[in-house]
């Protein structure tokens, strides 16, 4: 089968590989629809990361069919529409059912040596059971790109506004105006923010930020940011943030853009970030939070919204490439001519 | 008027002093009747701090009769019996209607040249209204030491068990045996948490902590201490860390003793802490909180407890000195001879 593999910083390639199989009595495999191209995958890309002669079989986002189940699978047969959170999980272990599905002890993630890559024509798919959702049979084609969404990059945005306790009343900002930073905006205003301050400078990002309920823009860089935010919040900084990012720089944004006893909810895998210990965390009451979202967890109620159309977070998607084309897709995001490339199989 | 004033690294002196008088018409004087030593009263006495030629008037700790108040007070009046928080508050703003006392927009902090110290025979109270809380006139004796508690050790160990999000069912570790630490175990107990395993080796603390509601005690140091904590909780390690120290080392035991998605509730001031920003802390969606205790906040809640007699949080007192021998209580608590030092006036 064919399928996506990094080799090296920029340099992905569609190669033939062994077909996806079943290895364990609770694996699945799904002949893959939609998949994505996602921020985290740009790191790899740009050199953050070991590569093995073998490469890297890339993707970890994707809706597709079942088409055949191990013996012990129950929840799910060949056939079913689903969607595979990026991270596998028996949805029965005590840290599954405290809601951090990506620390199941029996879970893992996409796209490595051990499991594959969903940026492939199929992929095996572990604890299909705990893992996988069925989404309905039939369902529109308009649809796909949202439903794609659930698999990480809303589920990311929701976990950060949800870790940043976003809530009715609260004044919010998203520092990130990527496709998970626009995700953000979806999930705080779903959750009633008043206020939703979006920082970032790419007209269209903006446009799409405000077509998701953003009510304020911050263009500005640095101290002249902090400054904006602080004057759009009365003098006092945001209730919470959504750290969409992940750098140094977008971590000491958070930390001076908030008011006492806010939080961050912080989703962007942090590179070589510093939190300061005593200022402005300890001495403002500040709550650190976040991590990799338990997409599994959140699932049903994101599905829930999307198909009664409340949300609409596959607008992020602002390019569909074939499989063969994903090479361009990394290129195209990594130069910013992308805001998130979908694959249509 | 007599006050403790400290001149350098172990070196405080009762001297004496021009009276506490007011400045401002928001001021009220406050003739101290309790005052006590804080552990954070030990950074500057162990040489973490910069010292003026003129000293620095120490405590922030203290209940007392109002003497005198300004033009503009008009919640408290002389004779009242009162406790005041650790910091002073208007109790009006946006900060401290957020719940967060210790970023009052006009509050500020007890014991340095501006204000003076509570470890003295009387204090100026800013912003009295919003600061002191009225406390039964006539309150039996014995109620005294929990009473005092309530300005800060108390409110503090509170404060940890509520970032530290303790609830019932909840697995919780309190890092640290001082005062705050045995405050904390009282506080976990009233939250409802489940299990409480107080980590220390001081045979007196444990057994305070043990009467307070500790259900499990683990003294060893290091990695075998890290290792009874997950035995304790079937492996999993627990939910609610209490860091009740503010060392590197107590940061790195509270990161190795939870589970993913705890939260640790930080009030031991850090010193040269290190928080890691990818793991523990990120990977296992941890929650890092807390900081300075809004002992204004939880003032109600706690008096109310405190007079029912269903926790005694005066019983972390072991010592009680009179104004003069302050100097020797410092010493004390320096030699981790006494546990909390009381002065009487």
Chains 1, 2 share one sequence.
């Not at 013996?71 to 272990?93: E, I, K, L, Q, Y």
């Not at 209730?239 to 977008?250: K, N, Y």
Request: proline share 5%; net charge negative.
């Amino acid at each position: 089968m064919l399928a996506a593999i990094m080799y090296g910083p920029g340099d992905v390639r569609i190669e033939n590989i062994p077909d996806a199989r079943i290895t364990q009595p609770t694996d699945a495999i799904v002949r893959t629809t939609y998949a994505s191209i996602c921020g985290s995958d740009l790191w790899p890309y740009r050199g953050y990361a070991e590569f093995g002669a073998a490469g890297r079989p890339m993707g970890h986002e994707a809706i597709g069919v079942v088409e055949e189940v191990g013996a012990a699978v129950r929840n799910v047969r060949a056939g079913d529409f689903v969607a595979m959170p990026f991270a596998f999980s028996d949805n029965t272990c005590v840290h599954c059912q405290a809601g951090i599905h990506t620390s199941c002890l029996h879970g893992g993630f996409f796209g490595n040596s051990e499991v594959g890559g969903a940026q492939a024509e199929a992929i095996r798919i572990p604890q299909a059971d705990g893992t996988l959702v069925a989404l309905p049979g039939g369902a529109d084609e308009a649809l796909m790109a949202s439903l794609l969404t659930l698999t990480d990059v809303m589920a990311t945005g929701h976990h950060a506004a949800v870790t940043a306790r976003v809530a009715p009343g609260k004044a919010v900002a998203v520092v990130g105006d990527g496709a998970v930073g626009l995700c953000g905006v979806i999930a705080a205003r779903r959750l009633g923010a008043e206020q939703i301050i979006i920082m970032g400078r790419h007209e269209d990002r903006i446009a799409l930020a405000r077509r998701f309920g953003a009510t304020d823009v911050v263009s500005e860089r640095g101290e002249e940011a902090v400054e904006h935010v602080r004057k759009l919040t009365g003098g006092y900084g945001v209730h919470a943030v959504l750290e969409c990012v992940g750098t140094d720089q977008s971590m000491q944004t958070c930390l001076s853009i908030v008011r006492p006893g806010a939080a961050i909810g912080r989703v962007g895998v942090p590179h070589e970030v510093d939190i300061p210990a005593l200022a402005p965390t300890f001495v403002k009451n500040l709550t650190i939070s976040g991590g990799p979202a338990p997409a599994r967890a959140y699932m049903d109620e994101l599905l829930h919204d999307v198909l009664e159309g409340t949300i609409e977070p596959g607008l992020v998607f602002d390019r569909v490439v074939s499989l063969d084309e994903v090479p361009d897709g990394y290129r195209a995001m990594d130069e910013r001519k992308a805001l998130k490339v979908m694959v249509k199989m």
